[in-house]
């Protein structure tokens, strides 16, 4: 009895062994798979061919398994080769970090992105000379170096403020030359990508253009830094893809922001994903930035998640800093003022972190009671 018991199971491990060998078999053709797939742009999973595989596979079933069964150990190996190409696929990608392995440093004049944490910070929009001069005089004072600013606004309605266009681009370059800071905005539209790119240091892909295939070639073939944001409903995975593009058409300048996703929670404008930031610096070489401000859409919480951010590895935050938000002509409701994006930065704590931020440098005076023009 014994011995009979001992053969069965010596035969059990090694029709497991067997099965191993052909699952590794199966695997490795499932890679060749994935190269023609590749070359030729077919979909990696094919629903209509898995369930062809798994009717015939039932049909030929003798047995002792019911069909059931049969189907579902099946679907799972296939399932198992689907991720393997997956996987296989983000790991080739030029954004990933295998390709690369050390972190991408993006040089922008005298100030670089991807090494301590950097603060973008500015309006929502450009609206005047003097909002500008205003905002860009005292976010320098207190350290931040790169200037943010829109001049083409994506609005839903197209009835909103949609931004003063090319003006605003001076304006913006003019108050970024005369503090010293590198400027970022965001462009729209293939036909722009010169003019944009002729007066600005950063270009910004918006959260709506994330998908708009044309215009990240199009940056692609710039040498400018991209600041690629991800989509309102974007995986990491197609993220990491729009970044892809980019990288493909020879600009590796590409700083990837997590600026919040859609879900069903109302208490902010989106949800911050922060598990995107480790999952981000794990796959990709490079640079993570978040957007604080267009991920709550509102103020009162933007120091906790700044400090969330950094703590899980971002490379920098993105702020909304108006002089006067009350009367922004967009994203009012949650753009900090100065004294407000002081004590938001004095909240992150980046003096210990050896940052040239210095949220005492600004002195709280009363604001001008006036309206800004437009
Ligand atoms: C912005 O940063 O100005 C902006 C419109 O953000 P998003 O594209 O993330 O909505
Ligand atoms: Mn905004």
């Known amino acids: 009895m014994d011995t009979s018991l001992g053969d069965l199971r010596a035969e059990l491990h090694k029709i497991n062994h067997s099965i191993l060998d052909l699952l590794c078999r199966r695997a490795q053709l499932v890679t060749e798979v994935l190269a023609v797939k590749e070359k030729e742009d077919i979909p990696l999973y094919v629903p209509e061919r898995e369930r062809e595989m798994l009717d015939d596979l039932a049909r030929q079933n003798p047995g002792p398994f019911s ?17 393997l190409m997956e996987q296989k696929k983000i790991e080739t990608l030029r954004v990933s970090r295998d390709s690369h392995g050390a972190d991408r440093v993006i040089s922008v004049g005298r100030h670089e992105i991807g090494r301590g944490p950097v603060i973008i910070a500015g309006p929502c929009a450009v609206e005047s000379a003097e909002q500008m001069e205003e905002v860009g005089r005292g976010l320098s004072r207190l350290g931040v170096r790169f200037l943010r600013g829109g001049a083409f606004k994506p609005r839903s ?14 304006l913006l370059r003019d108050t970024g030359e005369r503090h010293g800071m590198a400027t970022v905005t965001e462009v729209m539209d293939t036909r722009a990508v010169g003019l944009v790119s002729e007066h600005c240091d950063i270009l910004q892909i918006g959260a709506r253009n994330m ?22 409903s974007a995986t990491i995975d197609e993220f990491l893809w729009a970044a892809e593009y980019v990288v493909s058409g020879g600009n590796e300048d590409v700083i990837l922001c997590e600026r919040g996703i859609r879900t069903f929670e109302t208490q902010t404008r989106n949800t911050l994903d922060i598990s995107a930031v480790p ?14 401000s267009h991920a ?14 950094l703590a899980a590895g971002a490379n920098g935050l993105m702020v909304e800093v108006h002089p006067f938000p009350a009367v922004a002509r967009s994203d009012s409701q949650q753009q900090l003022d100065l004294h407000e994006f002081a004590r938001f930065l004095g909240e992150l704590a980046l003096e ?20 800004l023009e437009g």
């Open 67 to 83: 069909d059931d069964t049969v189907r579902h150990l099946f679907r799972e190996i296939f399932r198992a080769s689907v991720s």
């Open 279 to 292: 999952i981000l610096r794990k796959a990709s070489f490079l640079p993570v930035i978040v957007d604080v």
């Open 296 to 309: 709550a859409g509102r103020k009162d919480i933007l120091a906790p998640l700044g400090r969330a951010a």
């Open 211 to 232: 998908y708009n295939y044309d215009l990240l070639r199009e940056v692609g073939r710039t040498r400018k830094p991209v600041l690629l944001k991800r989509g309102i």
């Open 352 to 371: 210990r972190t050896g940052t040239p931020f210095a949220p005492e440098a600004f002195a709280p005076r009363a604001a001008p009671v006036r309206q």
């Open 157 to 170: 309605s197209p009835y909103s403020f949609q931004g003063l266009g090319e003006p605003a681009l001076r």
